[in-house]
């Protein structure tokens, strides 16, 4: 370990050691340290379903160099993955390391492979269809707005959607209120409520839109995690509300933080101005910020989680 810290910098190492920790408490189980003193890691990446048909493994070496003048060393190794597809994916992993040359990246790259293989296992999911018919590139463009954006949602039963209408003497969560964000005339503002039942998530957003400004903004994203302790898994959802992708992305912060029985509701008042990808920025630090205050998450995912999602770089791939 000594010769390494001689051959970089104090900072590059002070980087990686902080960039490692990090990814560790995002991916849990899946990030894996091979050999520490030499810094190679890998991770196991797939499409976040719980039976997903594809897998590939990130094998990384990091440089005492990196992140400041050297990327990491990298192999993927997938079977599925061959010819023009490896080139491409190997293409977009070089793009965000000229992109963002002298950055800790490895969160960016395991992210795009894991776009690559969701969009992969649209097209693996479409080919095993009986009866699909050959359509025109405008007809598979209008039929991708029906693929939802983020596949790992648990889907709501029959019996569960009748609970949902079923009259009882539930009360109404209590629900907490987070500080609003304005940015280029935009505002943004996080709303919380524990849950413990699917009906809690209606009676949630129908006690919010009593409220005439909350009702008048232009998006109101939410997502919540029920954990079901007979069945030992989750019961979750994401509404984009208009705004495209933004519940999905909301949902896999909770994942990624490992809260439980919890919903969180953004509202954005829309400024005229079109923020691009900060409004994914925006939207998550909301919510991560009234999760944190009402104590759902761990100290530790906190503490780094503050570095990830305060880089705002990160958004323009998610």
């Known amino acids: ?34 050999d520490e003193a030499s810094r ?12 997903p048909k594809l897998t590939a493994c ?32 190997a293409n977009s992993l070089e793009d965000i390391y000229v992109e963002h040359s002298g950055e800790s990246i490895l969160y960016l790259w395991v992210e795009t492979i894991r776009d690559f293989i969701v969009e992969r296992s649209y097209s693996f999911e479409a080919a095993d269809q009986p009866g699909q018919v050959n359509m025109t590139a405008e007809e598979e463009e209008e039929d991708d707005e029906d693929v939802p954006d983020f596949s790992a949602l648990t889907q709501h039963t029959q019996e569960e ?22 940015d280029r005339r935009s505002t943004f503002q996080a709303h919380l409520a524990p849950l413990v039942t699917p009906r809690q998530v209606k009676m949630v957003l129908e006690k919010l839109y009593e409220n005439k400004k909350i009702a008048s903004a232009t ?68 919510a991560r910020n009234i ?11 906190r503490h780094f989680m503050l570095f990830f999602y305060n ?3 990160l958004y323009q791939i998610w």
């Open 1 to 34: 370990m000594a010769d390494f810290v001689n051959l970089g910098s104090e900072g590059d190492l002070q980087a990686q050691t902080e960039e490692v920790e990090a990814l560790s408490s995002i991916y849990g189980d899946e990030w894996c340290v091979i």
């Open 40 to 51: 190679v890691f890998c991770i196991q990446i797939s499409n976040n379903t719980e039976k």
């Open 58 to 89: 990130l094998q990384i070496i990091l440089p005492p160099d990196y992140p400041s003048t050297a990327p990491p060393i990298y192999q993927i190794n997938a079977a599925w993955l061959r010819g023009s597809e490896r080139a491409q994916l």
């Open 161 to 182: 959607l009748l609970f949902l209408d079923q009259d009882n003497d539930e009360e109404v969560p209590p629900i907490k209120h987070g500080d609003t964000v304005t």
């Open 219 to 286: 998006h109101n994203i939410y997502a919540y995690r029920i954990y079901c302790e007979d069945k030992h898994s989750f019961l979750q959802d994401c509404e984009d509300d208009g705004e495209t992708a933004a519940g999905g992305r909301l949902l896999h912060l909770l994942q990624i933080l490992d809260v439980r029985n919890v919903m969180v509701v953004v509202s954005r008042w829309y400024g005229g101005i079109l923020l691009g990808p900060d409004r994914f920025k925006h939207i998550n630090n909301c």
């Open 291 to 301: 999760l944190v205050e009402e104590g759902y998450t761990a100290s530790m995912v």
């Open 311 to 313: 880089h705002s770089s």
